[in-house]
């Protein structure tokens, strides 16, 4: 074998002969490191983004009901986050988060025109029979199509039944390792994602080999998925027969669970009964790429995966119209009477699906742009045959790259979905005259739109511009169209289920690779980093504890900075009054007539926050603060408390155990100008607009629901002021810092009917440099928070005695009113930051800190706080 | 039959891990001639720094561990400069405009040249980005060097030593 | 055994020499000194990760070929 090296004995411009071919491929096994050959640039990076979805363009059917209103369209708000670093030359590690929120209405069942009925309280629904309560739709005798009721004219076209449903969020965690070697890498990674009706663990691993000089890599992986499902389908529904699954001994089972809320009469209770279906599930798949440089500019990649999910893999929240036309109808009627049922859906228990894909990227030097196309084909023994055709074009122009893209979805349907089912026999029955399911001429059923037969068409463009050397700002822009008539070969789903949507999307990403511009002369020491002892910061407040807002105050002229941070705050436990522990008679007395049924048990809430901060001359800095949040609440309930149901609204039992919310906040834009400070000490004060993009008009998810509390919605409805000064210094390794800030909400009251009350925070802080690169510190903080002004504006009609009409909000728990909100808080905070290794000369530094209460006195009655934790990541270019 | 083979040896590829990259013979420098990277810098002809001890850097400008080394290789020059060795970095960009870039950002204060035809990577037979080259004082390679990881350096550094210590005109 | 493990067997197999016979054509080589092009981030077999994972994310949940490419994560019933 020949390990010298070919040194001038490779002829030079010569095809290599096949022994040379050999040769050097055993040559490859060398050690090595070419950053970017047959397998993708491995960047360490930071990055966060924002993006929106909204869907919007799902036909809308008034049906016989004329005040039925637009449900609103499905919108999506996300979060994403990841960093990966290099622990050293071998070991790298990831970490990557994601948080979206879901709100709006998603179609839920399907059916002729013919079978749906809508109710006083303006909602569609269909017309189907539960609990041997038969409702018989019509169908004409010979053609089978179905048959208005009224006119008895044939009414077949589908219509899609919205639902509403209370945002929801999912969060997603990721953690992975890699090992590299000179010609593999291995990366192991764990995974959970948690939303209310799914929570998920997975485990994977993803092995790569390079031959060939690392033209060629093969990667192999494998991963697997355990989820457990617990789907909230709600209060007993007289119309859907969830009978099938009800306490079943195998699989996935629909229970009855008792919950906080409201009984049929209003009164108040921990055994409301709330149906819940429960499953496990369990997704693996193994897959296999192989990717090879075709020549200096061509990469080719193709690989196949084998995914295969068993267990419970149907769609908690899809029901399934099933119409059963009785043959034995008197001979008399040119229609046949059609009972008809709205059941869960039913899937196969397990699917298997291969996908093959083709990618081909390839570099156009003359004119500076990659193109990359992919191919790939799916196929499932569900009957699910997908293909996708991706082309996207990377043009770069100096330090802005554009990304215009297209691509063509479609698919064939499931074997078992149909818009709708109707048998032609009569409907099978148990004794008790109900649906017995065990002999539904089908094995499984599906009206899911997903399963169904259609085709999508989507363009969009990323713009991204180079800021600095290293951070990179990304802009994109989707738009996407779903419809049965983009099949590809035609054949496609009506048009009910078609849709579009829209995606924004803004991401900052910051390059750790790449050491930093280096002075010209070493100071290199036989491989030790520089670990500098010179932490000196070019901007003030820089070691702030990380709970501390506009603590920062930008350097010099023309620097910029980037943060983000991350606050998580909890409340659980008792009702406290004053600053007392108060008990739930006195608690519902607060409620007044009306009463409440529920009050909280638990709230906690997330932000992430970007801050972007530029300095146009060297004592003023400009700020802006787009921030996105989601809270939950739970809830329990109120000894001998009850619930006024108003403006005519019968509730029946209600579910009043938990709601969520989440979305973007407000932004907030601000100045931060330095003012004259005594020696060793830094002074800013920073005046601030809080612009309301956040929301102030979530709603409860039962029917008619009325808004939920100040507390639970994620912005403010009004512009608010907020003016802060902020003065920090420095001593030797102790630096210290203290600030005034106040939120100011002058505005008129918002939409909702409300307005926050005022805050004021003073704060002050010590911090004490343990070592050369982290810092601890102690700090206090008293915080004002007046009373909400105004009350939640009620949406349903009360007609008084002298028949004066007045929209009444119904209670529901006393965080709903005002005069439960505000109050004075004492805390604590511990924090530590540490120095950014290669961030020495600006100082970048992460902080976390953790905040306790010590004490409070609030107004009216309020739940219990337990703490906040902050983190802070800035980084200053 | 020669499918077969060369499947055996792309699939055994992986197995055949060598051991360090020092040579057991000392082959010549090969035949370069690499060109100025700009008007000002100075011409590099390795054949007339015989007598010195010489490490040879191949890098480019898209080449991430290319500029992690020039921290390693700024630091050998200045500490052994005056002892004899010369490090000589050799850009295979194709546009000088990059490598100039490159430069700007990442100084280097040792002499670099440039191939964009790359006739003097494919003479030394460079199989990676970046490698570097150990030629001792009589114009002969003696350890070939690829890829940059900080878990090398001292090793690296210790070889340069060596070979300063190397009594002139030594060698085996 | 299935029908359907049967096909993919058979496919599998088809792919499996397809894949050997690109990884050979390999041998006709690009120098290290010309990767230039390759090592290019637009070059990247996934060029934008993190928008790619936005966009698998919208069509694993309104499409039903993705089963495959989401080995990872949750199952969203959301829609």
């Known amino acids: 074998m020949r390990r010298l090296l070919d040194i001038g004995a490779t002829p030079a411009r010569q095809a290599p002969s096949d022994s040379l071919c050999a040769l050097m491929l055993a040559a490859a096994a060398l050690p090595g490191m070419i950053p970017a050959s047959a397998?993708?640039?491995?960047?360490?990076?930071?990055?966060?983004?924002?993006?929106?979805?909204?869907?919007?363009?799902?036909?809308?059917?008034?049906?016989?009901?004329?005040?039925?209103?637009?449900?609103?369209?499905?919108?999506?708000?996300?979060?994403?986050?990841?960093?990966?670093?290099?622990?050293?030359?071998?070991?790298?590690?990831?970490?990557?988060?994601?948080?979206?929120?879901?709100?709006?209405?998603?179609?839920?069942?399907?059916?002729?025109?013919?079978?749906?009925?809508?109710?006083?309280?303006a909602s569609l629904y269909v017309n189907s029979a539960s609990n041997g309560s038969i409702s018989s739709s019509l169908v004409d005798r010979r053609t089978l199509k179905p048959l208005s009721r009224t006119s008895g004219r044939p009414a077949e076209r589908v219509l899609n039944v919205m639902t509403s449903a209370s945002p929801e969020t999912r969060s997603e965690g990721r953690l992975s390792l890699g090992r590299e070697w000179d010609e593999a890498a291995l990366e192991v990674s764990g995974?959970?994602?948690?939303?209310?009706?799914?929570?998920?663990?997975?485990?994977?691993?993803?092995?790569?080999?390079?031959?060939?000089?690392?033209?060629?890599?093969?990667?192999?992986?494998?991963?697997?998925?355990?989820?457990?499902?617990?789907?909230?389908?709600?209060?007993?529904?007289?119309?859907?027969?969830?009978?099938?699954y009800r306490d079943a001994a195998h699989g996935p089972s629909i229970v009855s669970v008792a919950v906080p809320g409201a009984d049929g009469s209003g009164l108040a209770t921990n055994d409301v009964e709330s149906l819940h279906w429960r499953g496990q599930r369990k997704d693996r798949s193994l897959s296999l790429a192989l990717t090879q440089v075709l020549d200096r500019s061509t990469v080719l990649s193709?690989?196949?995966?084998?995914?295969?999910?068993?267990?419970?893999?149907?769609?908690?929240?899809?029901?399934?119209?099933?119409?059963?036309?009785?043959?034995?109808?008197?001979?008399?009627?040119?229609?046949?009477?059609?009972?008809?049922?709205?059941?869960?859906?039913?899937?196969?228990?397990?699917?298997?699906?291969?996908?093959?894909?083709?990618?081909?990227?390839?570099?156009?030097?003359?004119?500076?742009?990659?193109?990359?196309?992919?191919?790939?084909?799916?196929?499932?023994?569900?009957?699910?045959?997908?293909?996708?055709?991706?082309?996207?074009w990377i043009q770069q122009f100096g330090a802005w790259r554009v990304t215009p893209r297209v691509r063509y979805y479609t698919q064939t349907a499931a074997d078992f979905y149909q818009p709708y089912f109707l048998f032609l026999q009569r409907y099978p029955r148990d004794g008790a005259n109900n649906l017995d399911h065990s002999r539904i001429p089908l094995d499984a059923w599906s009206s899911d739109q997903r399963l169904s037969a259609f085709g999508a068409f989507s363009y969009g463009i990323v713009v991204s511009r180079r800021l600095f050397d290293d951070l990179q700002l990304e802009i994109g822009y989707e738009h996407y169209a779903h419809a049965g008539d983009l099949k590809w070969g035609g054949g496609g789903e009506d048009g009910f289920g078609d849709f579009r949507s829209e995606r924004f999307s803004?991401?900052?990403?910051?390059?750790?690779?790449?050491?930093?511009?280096?002075?010209?002369?070493?100071?290199?020491?036989?491989?030790?980093?520089?670990?500098?002892?010179?932490?000196?910061?070019?901007?003030?407040?820089?070691?702030?504890?990380?709970?501390?807002?506009?603590?920062?105050?930008?350097?010099?002229?023309?620097?910029?900075?980037?943060?983000?941070?991350?606050?998580?705050?909890?409340q659980k436990g008792d009702m406290i009054t004053g600053s007392r522990r108060a008990g739930d008679a006195e608690v519902l007395a607060s409620c007044g007539q009306a009463g409440c049924p529920v009050r909280p048990a638990g709230m906690t809430m997330h932000m992430h926050m970007l801050h972007l901060m530029y300095a146009p001359t060297d004592d003023v800095s400009l700020m802006l603060m787009p921030q996105m949040m989601s809270m939950s609440m739970r809830n329990t309930a109120l000894e001998g408390g009850f619930y006024t149901a108003l403006g005519g609204h019968a509730h029946g039992a209600m579910d009043l155990s938990s709601h969520t919310t989440g979305r973007f906040g407000d932004t907030t834009a601000a100045v931060a100008v330095r003012v004259p400070a005594p020696a060793r000490m830094n002074a800013h004060v920073t005046l601030g607009v809080s612009i309301p993009t956040g929301s102030v008009d979530h709603r409860m998810a039962h029917h008619g629901g009325d808004l939920m509390d100040f507390g639970m919605q994620t912005g403010s409805g009004t512009w608010d002021f907020l003016p802060s000064l902020t003065l920090t210094g420095t001593d030797g390794r102790w630096s210290w810092g203290g600030q005034l800030n106040a939120v100011l909400r002058p505005d008129r009251r918002n939409k909702s009917g409300y307005v926050l009350g005022d805050r004021f925070e003073a704060t002050s802080w010590a911090s004490w440099r343990a070592h050369e690169r982290i810092s601890l510190s102690v700090r206090g903080i008293y915080t004002a928070q007046g009373r909400v002004r105004g009350a939640l504006r009620g949406d349903n009609a009360v007609v008084d005695a002298l028949g004066n009409t007045s929209y009444v909000h119904a209670l529901h728990n006393p965080a709903d009113?005002?005069?439960?909100?505000?109050?004075?808080?004492?805390?604590?905070?511990i924090g530590a930051s540490v120095l950014l290794p290669g961030r020495e000369a600006s100082g970048d530094r992460v902080a976390i800190e953790w905040i306790a209460p010590v004490s409070e006195k609030v107004n009216g009655y309020q739940l219990e706080r337990t703490g906040r934790l902050s983190v802070h990541w800035g980084m200053m270019f | 039959m020669r499918f077969f083979s060369s499947l055996f040896l792309v699939c055994a590829t992986p197995l055949l891990v060598l051991p360090g990259p020092v040579l057991a013979e000392r082959p010549a420098l090969p035949p370069c001639a690499p060109a100025r990277i700009d008007a000002q810098a100075p011409a590099v002809d390795l054949h007339e720094l015989r007598g010195r001890v010489v490490l040879i850097d191949f890098w480019a400008s898209w080449c991430a561990p290319c500029a992690h080394a020039f921290g390693f290789l700024n630091a050998l020059q200045d500490e052994f400069g005056a002892r004899g060795l010369t490090v000589?970095?050799?850009?295979?960009?194709?546009?000088?405009?990059?490598?100039?870039?490159?430069?700007?950002?990442?100084?280097?204060?040792?002499?670099?040249?440039?191939?964009?035809?790359?006739?003097?990577?494919?003479?030394?037979?460079?199989?990676?980005?970046?490698?570097?080259?150990?030629?001792?004082?009589?114009?002969?390679?003696?350890?070939?060097?690829r890829g940059f990881r900080n878990g090398d350096v001292t090793e690296r550094r210790r070889a340069v030593m060596k070979l300063l210590d190397e009594a002139r005109g030594g060698g085996r | 055994m299935s029908a359907f493990t049967r096909l993919a067997k058979r496919r599998m197999c088809g792919v499996a020499c397809v894949l050997t016979l690109f990884a050979c054509s390999g041998c006709a080589g690009v120098p290290a000194w010309e990767r230039g092009d390759l090592a290019r981030p637009e070059m990247a077999l996934e060029p934008q990760p993190g928008q790619r994972a936005l966009q698998e994310h919208v069509y694993s949940s309104r499409e039903a070929g993705a089963a495959g490419a989401t080995g990872q994560g949750g199952g969203c019933g959301c829609y």
């Open chain 1, 302 to 392: 193709a690989g196949v995966t084998y995914a295969r999910s068993e267990g419970f893999l149907e769609n908690p929240h899809k029901l399934v119209t099933l119409a059963f036309a009785n043959p034995a109808t008197a001979a008399a009627f040119d229609f046949l009477f059609t009972p008809v049922f709205s059941v869960p859906e039913k899937r196969p228990d397990s699917r298997n699906q291969l996908t093959w894909n083709l990618r081909l990227a390839k570099y156009l030097p003359s004119i500076g742009a990659a193109a990359h196309v992919e191919y790939s084909h799916a196929r499932d023994d569900w009957g699910v045959r997908a293909d996708t055709i991706q082309a996207r």
């Open chain 1, 506 to 570: 803004v991401g900052l990403s910051f390059a750790l690779d790449g050491p930093a511009p280096a002075p010209a002369s070493g100071d290199f020491h036989g491989g030790h980093d520089h670990a500098s002892g010179h932490a000196h910061s070019r901007h003030a407040g820089g070691d702030a504890p990380a709970g501390v807002m506009n603590a920062h105050m930008t350097g010099r002229a023309g620097d910029f900075m980037v943060a983000y941070s991350y606050v998580h705050d909890r």
């Open chain 2, 88 to 145: 000589v970095g050799i850009s295979v960009d194709k546009d000088a405009a990059d490598a100039r870039r490159f430069l700007q950002r990442y100084p280097a204060s040792f002499p670099t040249a440039i191939d964009s035809g790359g006739e003097c990577p494919r003479a030394f037979g460079v199989k990676a980005m970046p490698s570097s080259y150990l030629v001792d004082r009589e114009g002969r390679v003696v350890e070939v060097h």
């Open chain 1, 191 to 244: 995974g959970l994602s948690d939303e209310p009706d799914f929570r998920s663990l997975s485990l994977g691993a993803q092995l790569r080999l390079d031959f060939n000089d690392k033209l060629t890599s093969l990667s192999i992986g494998a991963s697997g998925t355990r989820s457990d499902i617990d789907a909230r389908l709600g209060n007993l529904s007289d119309y859907i027969d969830y009978g099938m």
């Open chain 1, 817 to 829: 009113l005002a005069a439960n909100t505000g109050g004075r808080y004492l805390d604590v905070g």
């Open chain 1, 39 to 121: 397998h993708a640039v491995e960047v360490e990076q930071a990055q966060l983004s924002f993006s929106h979805y909204a869907e919007g363009g799902r036909q809308f059917v008034r049906g016989p009901a004329v005040d039925l209103k637009r449900p609103d369209d499905l919108q999506v708000d996300t979060v994403r986050g990841g960093l990966r670093f290099r622990l050293d030359d071998r070991w790298k590690l990831g970490f990557d988060f994601s948080q979206d929120t879901w709100s709006g209405a998603t179609p839920y069942i399907s059916a002729p025109e013919a079978f749906t009925a809508t109710s006083t309280g």
